[in-house]
């Protein structure tokens, strides 16, 4: 009897319960809720720079505050960070896209045009649903 062969196929195989780690009430993702699961989101890094790519724009944040509390003083990072804070809350319909264009411009970039600008297009978002329900999560009601 070749053993060998049964154990690298236990060892390979993954239980059924692990496949989906955002199971809702039966067992099964709330893709309207949670969005379509990727294979994508959930693999390391595969290039070195991915990692600092990704968090290029807190990076770049931190820097700047730093900066500022050096050269200012300790007030006008936290206003600033205030600022963010709010410009991040205006938002519109949890259905409806929204620019964030306030924290654009409190950042400065609201006069470039990056690969975001362009690709990011929400009419091809796979982010589609009810109105009605989406903004009843969004509040908490459901």
């Known amino acids: 009897m070749n053993t060998r062969g049964l154990r690298s196929q236990l060892k390979d195989s993954v239980p059924v319960t692990g496949l989906c780690p ?10 309207l809720r949670r969005g379509f699961s990727s294979v994508k989101n959930e693999l390391l890094p595969s290039h070195p720079l991915e990692l600092s790519e990704k968090n290029f724009q807190l990076n770049q944040d931190k ?3 730093n ?8 007030h006008a990072p936290l206003k600033l960070q205030m600022e963010y804070r709010a410009a991040r809350q ?19 970039s609201d006069d470039y045009i990056g ?4 690709l990011n ?5 796979e982010m589609m649903g009810d109105p009605h329900i989406m903004t009843e999560y969004k509040l908490g009601v459901l």
């Open 22 to 31: 955002q199971a809702g009430p039966y067992g099964v993702q709330d893709s």
């Open 63 to 65: 820097m700047n505050f």
């Open 67 to 74: 900066t500022l509390r050096n050269i200012q003083g300790l």
């Open 90 to 108: 205006i938002q519109r319909l949890p259905f409806l896209p929204s620019s964030n264009l306030a924290l654009d411009t409190l950042r400065g």
């Open 115 to 118: 690969f975001e600008d362009i």
């Open 121 to 125: 297009d929400p009419v091809q978002s």
